[in-house]
């Protein structure tokens, strides 16, 4: 076997195994770690740190003092030790995708679990962990579905900004601050549902896989796993962010022949082309639409297109540069809310394939951990997505580089 083919094997191994739930999940399930009044050092006080807050859409994160509670019952608190900064993020902070201020925002994180609440016996005090936006409870339609994982106990579509037993564990100057989709992570310590929580190997540099958590199974997932993207395609990635940077690299280890990148930055070329894009396009630059410009260059369309920007125009332009029969388009970027997908109606009955996809389609906590192993075992690497590392205290600068775009992932060191 070639090395992308184990990559692909390991990524995959969740739906193809014809066991479900896969082994690890049974085993880390059946097996209790809780330790009996070993619950953590720090059980049962509030922790007062350093957070960035978002007291209003569109204005400046600011560092304050926060007051985090103790776990309750199905909860763990996490001490930081490095938070990516995603397009979602800054989706959250503009009002694109609706939440409740203030907040502390932040979801693609990496820490260690400091304590545990009340029936939690997948972490201990002490664990790597990584949090994740969609869980995964086990018990919901989508869990127990083979190849669901939109979980029902997710807390994005809609927002409340509050752990499951609708209250929060923030606090800063006496007012209750809102959780970001249940992770927050821009926070020294934050407070996380179990079924959020992603258990992963302890050799894991913590200063990378963070990544792991939103970046990396979004975008690489989305290519080998969801779109299952096939030796000798031709795909179109429209974005060259963090996100479509991965799907660049998913579709590269699938084999694609031919992979168009589409971004109005042409910053990212260089990089995109040093991933695996063969065509850069500057939509800007262009005297017809860019799906016309797509498929008089593949002549028939392409195999497989992603959206990774979360624009309704971008999404009809990937739609429309897909072949007329087998295309298919996946839909990752996060439109603003009430917009709608005008499309041509009629070419529908083609056979062209529509489909949007959350984490890669992976199941979360039973496959985050695998990607985070393959990781390790040099099969797949996270390591080019990462263009800065800044301490946390410098997050304005990292979001100054992100809006002027310099930045595939800044990742946040605590
Ligand atoms: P990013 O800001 O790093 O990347 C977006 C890229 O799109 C940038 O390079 C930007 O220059 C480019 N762009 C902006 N407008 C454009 C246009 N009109 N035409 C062409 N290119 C344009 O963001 P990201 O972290 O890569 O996230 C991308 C999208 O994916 C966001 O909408 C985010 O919310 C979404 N997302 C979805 C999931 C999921 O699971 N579905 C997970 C994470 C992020
Ligand atoms: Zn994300």
Known sequence: MDPGDYLLVALDLCIRSEEWPPLVSRHARNHSYKMKGQKSEGENHTITCRAAIAWATNSPLSIEEVQVEPPKAGEVRIKMTSSGICGS?????????PVKFPLIPGHEGAGIVESIGDGVNSVKPGDKVLTVIIPQCRECSSCLHPRGNFCEKQDILPSSGLMMDGTSRFTCKGKKIYHSFRTSTFTEYTIVPEIAVAKIDDASPMDKVCLMSCAMPTGYGAAVHSAKVTPGSICVVFGLGGIGSAIVMGCKASGASRIIGVDINEEKFPRAKALGVTDCLNPQKLKKPVQQVVMEMTGVGVDFAFEAIGLTETMIAAWESCHLSYGVCLI??????????????????TGRILKGVCLGEYKTRDCIPQIVTAYLQHKVNVDPLITHQLPFDQIHKAFELYHAGKTIRCVLLF
Request: net charge negative; hydrophobic share 45%.
């Open 332 to 349: 990752i970027g996060v439109a603003p809310p009430n917009s709608k997908l005008s499309l041509d109606a009629t070419p529908i009955i």
């Open 89 to 97: 993020d800054d989706h959250v902070l503009k009002g694109i995708i």
